[in-house]
């Protein structure tokens, strides 16, 4: 009878660290399986970080670019009004130049 119980407890025992090993290994691979999985998500969170900053800076340098030509035209503009300007008042300055040499 003691054999028989000291038997069942030697096979309670194993069957015990048979499940202790299994759970090892089975947390193992949870852990490599999650480790893995980490890994993946920050390589995908760097990579559209990277995107959407790439975007970013596309849009800034368009809007730049965009302020630059609306500035140029503006002072084309502004430029072509004063030579106007400056053209009449030397064609009148001519005249009355002249006005005083004849006259």
């Known amino acids: 009878m003691i054999e028989a119980t000291i038997k069942a407890v030697q096979e309670a025992e194993a069957k015990a ?14 852990l490599a399986a999650s480790e893995t999985k980490i890994g993946e998500l920050k390589e995908a969170a760097k990579q559209q970080a990277k995107a959407d900053a790439e975007a970013k800076l596309a849009a800034a340098r368009a809007e730049g ?20 300007t400056a053209a009449g ?15």
């Not at 030397?90 to 006259?103: H, N, Q, R, W, Y």
Request: avoid cysteine; glycine fraction near 8%; charge should be negative.
């Open 17 to 30: 660290d048979e499940l202790i090993a299994e759970a090892k290994k089975q947390a193992a691979e949870v």
């Open 65 to 84: 670019e965009k302020i630059l030509a609306d500035g140029e035209a503006e002072s084309g503009k502004e430029i072509k009004s004063l030579k106007e």
């Open 89 to 103: 008042k030397a064609d009148a300055a001519v005249s009355a130049l002249i006005g005083e040499l004849i006259g």
